[in-house]
């Protein structure tokens, strides 16, 4: 991989979106096979079922999800050694299995997994601790959840694939040393134009701008602070648009209304969300009225406990690194059961949801570094980081607080951290990595991965 990030760097702009393109048809191999389009099918169908049919079908696909997890992960066989797995047969049922937390499945995670890695896909997540984590996916999990999200978005108006959209992601696209204002990449095997997140100053969206323009997307997805810079940069300057999306679809933070509000009015078009995390969580996605539903096909989402918004997840799609009552960290508040849409989905409904927090560090010119791109630092360093926290008091320097695994953490990860820091914040803009034994809390007892200590412009 850093062989070819390299090549990339090194080659010509033309080249450099060939080489995007190619990893485009590469990845496309692994995520719209035979099974997607089967899946899409299966969905398109599903939609039509009563409520009673799809819980019946959360219920069979659970009791077999569980035992499957028992049957070839042993980090699970141990787990529910002293638990009759096959008297597992309801939803209420899976009350019987205890809750796994992030530090369980980081500290055991080659049990965790039933497959080989040469099998498998792998998904890295840094999540809202810092914790680096490598879940391997099949490829069957893989094309599922591409169905399924794909699906979401067809109901709205997007076919993915068929029409152009432009993405705002954590992909380093733009070399260091690059001169030219040139911020995107083009996946022909997508229709889709990957535009960086890292270089979004007030003095580069005028290009961003121009290209959106000349690009014409049908449709906007990834960061919601990417996207919402550029909607304000857009209103700010009064510019016009020559093309309107059918829909945008913000992934990884959570939206606020105002954000929300702004993307709508710049762009002329609905906003919709959707809630799947990398580690594979099961999904929520919005209806054509904007509202949250559950996708039952999915897995299952239940409360943590009483007296918190937390919730627990079991889901369906990840039988390479099985998710059962997994304590996730996201909260979510449901709707009460009689409430229905008119949208004609009679899923359960979730009112809200919270928790990807909408955090950013500053690099030295000012460009913000979303919080998922901050925890994806620690994607390379696998498993090894109990918790990292992020200290920004002045604008070309950050402090990099890591409670490490001693007995995984190699001294050469510091170096890594070091190279991935300079990828996403550039080389004007200093790291400086403290071990500690403990990161302090926040005075309400949470954990933040992000402190930015600068007056928020
Ligand atoms: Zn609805």
Not at 104 to 111: F, G, H, N, Q, V
Not at 266 to 292: H, I, R, W
Not at 309 to 315: F, G, H, K, R, Y
Not at 356 to 361: G, N, W
């Amino acid at each position: 991989m850093n062989v070819l990030q390299n090549i990339y760097d090194n080659s010509p702009v033309f080249f450099q979106h060939i080489m995007t393109s190619v990893k485009g048809y590469q990845n496309t191999k692994n995520r719209f096979g035979r099974i997607y389009y089967e899946h899409r099918e299966f969905l398109r169908d599903f939609d039509n079922w009563t409520l009673e049919r799809k819980c019946e079908y959360q219920r069979k696909e659970l009791i077999k999800f569980v035992r499957y997890a028992y049957e070839n992960s042993s980090f699970y066989h141990e787990l529910y050694k002293d638990i009759d797995i096959y008297s597992i047969e309801n939803i209420d049922d899976l009350k019987k299995l205890p809750i796994v937390d992030k530090e369980m499945l980081r500290s055991s995670i080659e049990d965790v997994y039933t497959v080989n890695k040469k099998d498998a896909l792998e998904g890295h997540t840094g999540g809202t601790t810092g914790k680096s984590l490598v879940v391997l996916m099949t490829r069957e999990d893989m094309m599922k959840r591409m169905a399924t999200l794909d699906h979401f978005k067809s109901k709205v108006g997007f076919e993915n694939l068929k029409m152009r959209r432009a993405t705002f992601n954590g992909k380093h696209i733009v070399p260091q040393n690059q001169r030219c204002k040139i911020f995107w990449r083009y996946n022909a095997a997508c229709k889709q134009m990957i535009f960086s997140s890292f270089h979004i100053t007030e003095e580069n969206m005028k290009y961003y701008v121009d290209e959106l323009n000349k690009f014409k997307p049908q449709a906007l997805d990834g960061f919601f602070t990417s996207m919402c810079d550029i909607a304000g940069y857009i209103e700010r300057h009064n510019i016009k648009l020559s093309f309107k999306p059918v829909a945008i679809f913000p992934t990884s933070e959570t939206l606020t209304a105002e954000g929300r509000a702004r993307l709508e009015r710049v762009f002329d078009c609905k906003v919709y969300d959707q809630y799947a995390s990398s580690e594979g969580a099961p999904f929520v996605v919005e209806c054509q009225n904007q509202v949250l539903h559950i996708d039952l096909s999915t897995g299952v989402f239940e409360k943590f406990n009483a007296d918190s918004n937390e919730v627990l997840v079991t889901s369906f799609t990840t039988h390479g690194t099985p998710l059962i009552r997994y304590r996730i960290g996201d909260s979510m508040i449901f709707a009460d059961t009689e409430e229905v849409c008119n949208c004609g989905n009679n899923q359960p409904i979730v009112k809200k949801i919270e928790g990807r927090k909408l955090d950013f560090l500053y690099n030295a010119e000012g460009a913000k570094i979303n919080s998922g791109n901050v925890s994806n630092l620690f994607k390379n360093i696998p498993n090894a980081i109990i918790r990292a926290q992020l200290v920004q008091d002045r604008m070309d320097e950050v402090t990099i607080l890591l409670e490490i695994d001693k007995k995984i953490y190699k001294k050469e990860y510091d170096m890594l951290l070091l190279n991935e820091f300079e990828h996403k914040f550039g080389k004007n803009t200093r790291a400086i990595i403290k071990h500690v034994d403990e990161i302090p809390r926040a005075k309400s007892g949470k954990f933040q991965m992000i402190r930015n200590n600068i007056e928020v412009k």
